[in-house]
Each structure stands twice: as structure tokens, then as C-alpha cells.
């Protein structure tokens, strides 16, 4: 079953959701009954201007949320999109997966 979330459900999710803002991403989240551990990713060429930079903010993202949910970190029924900042270009995929665990933590504390 694959992870990424559809083109179209994203602007569902801007509209609906609610943002959760960490130093590397912020999070965009939607919990809903017919929603699947599902996550889209954003990264912006003002950030990230080069496009090899960019691409490797999107692996990054989407890996650590692949191995998160592969782990059952992530809560059922939640949609997810990640917005890359810019501090992610220079962290690790152990780094974004303790930043996607921490938003989960204040997801379930709000």
C-alpha cells in the first residue's frame, strides 16, 4: 500500500487541518474516518532554490514518515502533509524522524 497521499486531497487538508510548527517542517494534519496514514510532501524552490536540495528534503520526509508508519508511530485515520524548512537540508532521516514523533506527541496532548 503506498503512503502518498493525492494531489487532491490536499487542499481538503490546508482547509480543514490543523498546522503543527517544528524547526525542520511543519506538519499539516487531518484526522477524518475515511482517512488513511497517507502524507503529501511541499518544498518550496524560495527555501530551497536548488533542485537536487529539494528533492532531498522530499526523500527525506517521505522515508522517515515510510519507516514511521512501517513502525505504527503514526496514528490510523490521520492525513499528513509535511512543509519543509530550511533547516532540514543539512539533518539526517533519524533527525526528521524525531521531529515527525514529536509532532505526533503534541498532536495526541492537544
Known sequence: MSTRLPGARYKRIFDRGRSIKGRLLVAWHLESPDADRMAGVVVSKKSFHDAVDR?????????????LVKEGAMPEKTEWIFIARRAIGTKKCADVQEEMRWCVRRLSHS
Open 55 to 67: 528533492n532531498r528534503a522530499k526523500r527525506l520526509m517521505r522515508e522517515a514518515f515510510r519507516l
